[in-house]
C-alpha cells in the first residue's frame, strides 16, 4: 500500500511541477502538416513570396523585444596637412568624433514624424540600429590620424573634384572588410578662399562602398551634432537606401524636386519641405516605414555585403535577451535573436523565416503553448554554434505544448533535435 501512494505521489510531482518533467522535443513529436490541407491554411503555415516585403522586416511596437537591435561596426579618420592645420587632432578630434556617433545615435533611437507625404501620418517606428566605435585593438579609440599633404582633402564640385575618389581610402582604410570606416576631411585650402565654392556649413559627404567621406566639419565650427544627419544619410545608403525625393522603391516616401531645404511659413515650404533622413533638407531626422524595413532586410540577409559589418551578437547569448511570446504573433522576416525563446501558456508564434538563436540556447514551449513552423522556416544558429532545441515540458491535466510544421520548414545544429 505505501508503495502504491509512493509510485502515485511520484506521478503528481512529475506531471504537475515544470522542473520534475522537462523534456526535449523530439522530431517525431512534431506534427507535421501538409500545406494543402484545411488545418494548414488555418495555421497560416503555407508558403510565402521567395521575395519578402521589406514590410516583413518592422519592428512591432507592440513587441519591441522581438526585434534587436542591430549594432554597425565603424571607426573614424581625420585627414590633415602635415602642418596639422586644417582638421581637428588629438583629443579634440576623438572627443567631436564620439559625439558624433552619440547624437546620430539618439536620432536612430528615436525617429520622427515624416512631414511628406504632407498630412499622412505614417507610422513612427524605431529604426533599431546604432553605431559602435570599433577600435582595431583594444589600446586604441577607433578614431585615427594621418597627415597626409598629397591626400588630405575634400573637393566637391569643379574640375578637381575628387569626392568619389578612392586613393585615400585604398591607402588608409582599416579593417575595410568589417569595419564602415568614415574620413573626415577638410576642403581644399583654395576651395576655402573661392568666391563660388560652396564650402557648406551643413556639411557634405559620400558613400563609396564600404567608407564614407565627410566634409566641411571643421571650417564650419558647428558642434558634432549639427552633422548627425550627414552621418546618418551616408549611412543610409550603406544600407540600401536610395534618395527618397526620387525613385527609392518606397512607396511611402513621394517623389519630389526637393525644393525645400527647411519649412517655412511661406509656399511652397510650408507643404512641400521635407525632413526624410535621405532627402537634403536641414534635419535629416525622419525614416518611413520602407525605408526601416528595407535596412533591416538588407542586415538579416546572410549574404548581404552589409551584413559583415554588423556586431554579430547573436552569435551567442547576451544579458537580458531572452524573450518571451505571451499572445498570438507571426514573424515574417528573418531573424537574429540574442537569448532564449519562451512561449507561454496560451501563447502562439508563427515563423515564416530564418530564425537564428544563440549558442546553447533554447526554446520552451510551456503546457499550452503552439510553435507553428511555416513552409520557409528555418532554426539555426548563423554562427555555426550549437543551440540547445525545443523543450516541451508536461503539466498534469495539461497539454504539451505543440510544435506543427509545414513541408519545408527545417531545424538545424540543434543538440537535442534535427528535423
Request: proline share 5%; net charge positive; with cysteine.
Amino acid at each position: 500500500m505505501n508503495k502504491t501512494w509512493v509510485c502515485l505521489w511520484g506521478f503528481l510531482l512529475a506531471f504537475s511541477f515544470p522542473g520534475y518533467a522537462q523534456k526535449w522535443l523530439s522530431a517525431k513529436k512534431i506534427i507535421r502538416v501538409d500545406a494543402h490541407t484545411a488545418l494548414n491554411r488555418d495555421l497560416n503555415l503555407g508558403s510565402v513570396p521567395n521575395n519578402r516585403s521589406s514590410f516583413d522586416y518592422l519592428p512591432d511596437t507592440a513587441h519591441l523585444a522581438h526585434f534587436p537591435i542591430r549594432y554597425l561596426k565603424v571607426n573614424v579618420h581625420f585627414m590633415n596637412a602635415r602642418n596639422r592645420a586644417y582638421n581637428y587632432d588629438g583629443e579634440a578630434a576623438i572627443r567631436f568624433a564620439k559625439e558624433l556617433i552619440d547624437y546620430a545615435n539618439r536620432d536612430l533611437q528615436t525617429n520622427n514624424q515624416l512631414w511628406l507625404p504632407y498630412r499622412q501620418k505614417l507610422p513612427v517606428l524605431p529604426p533599431r540600429y546604432q553605431y559602435v566605435l570599433t577600435p582595431r585593438q583594444a589600446n586604441d579609440s577607433g578614431v585615427y590620424f594621418h597627415y597626409d599633404d598629397q591626400l588630405y582633402y575634400y573637393i566637391h564640385k569643379g574640375p578637381t573634384a575628387n569626392l568619389y575618389d578612392t586613393e585615400v581610402l585604398d591607402k588608409y582604410q582599416i579593417m575595410k572588410d568589417t569595419v564602415l570606416n568614415i574620413f573626415i576631411m577638410p576642403h581644399h585650402p583654395d576651395s576655402m578662399r573661392s568666391a563660388w565654392y560652396n564650402k557648406s556649413a551643413g556639411g557634405v559627404g559620400v558613400m563609396l562602398g564600404n567608407a564614407i567621406k565627410m566634409a566641411g566639419m571643421y571650417e564650419g565650427r558647428q558642434p558634432a551634432w549639427a552633422y548627425r544627419g550627414v552621418l546618418n544619410h551616408e549611412v543610409g545608403h550603406f544600407l540600401g537606401l536610395l534618395h527618397a525625393f526620387y525613385g527609392d522603391g518606397c512607396d511611402d516616401t513621394p517623389e519630389h524636386g526637393n525644393p525645400c531645404w527647411n519649412r517655412t511659413t511661406n509656399a511652397p515650404c510650408d507643404t512641400a519641405a521635407s525632413n526624410n533622413m535621405m532627402d537634403y533638407n536641414a534635419l535629416q531626422n525622419a525614416l518611413s516605414p520602407c525605408q526601416i524595413g528595407t535596412m533591416h532586410a538588407r542586415m538579416a540577409d546572410t549574404n548581404s555585403y552589409e551584413r559583415r559589418f554588423l556586431v554579430n551578437n547573436w552569435c551567442i547569448q547576451q544579458p537580458d535577451q531572452d524573450i518571451v511570446v505571451r499572445d498570438s504573433v507571426e514573424w515574417l522576416g528573418d531573424k537574429d535573436l540574442c537569448g532564449n525563446l519562451t512561449i507561454a501558456e496560451g501563447g502562439v508564434l508563427s515563423i515564416q523565416a530564418r530564425v537564428s538563436l544563440p549558442e546553447n540556447a533554447r526554446i520552451t514551449l510551456l503546457p499550452g503553448a503552439v510553435l507553428r513552423l511555416g513552409s520557409k522556416a528555418i532554426l539555426h544558429n548563423a554562427c555555426g554554434l550549437e543551440w540547445e532545441g525545443i523543450e516541451a515540458p508536461k503539466r498534469f491535466l495539461v497539454a504539451r505544448g505543440k510544435v506543427f510544421a509545414a513541408p519545408g520548414a527545417r531545424i538545424r545544429g540543434a543538440k537535442f533535435l534535427n528535423y
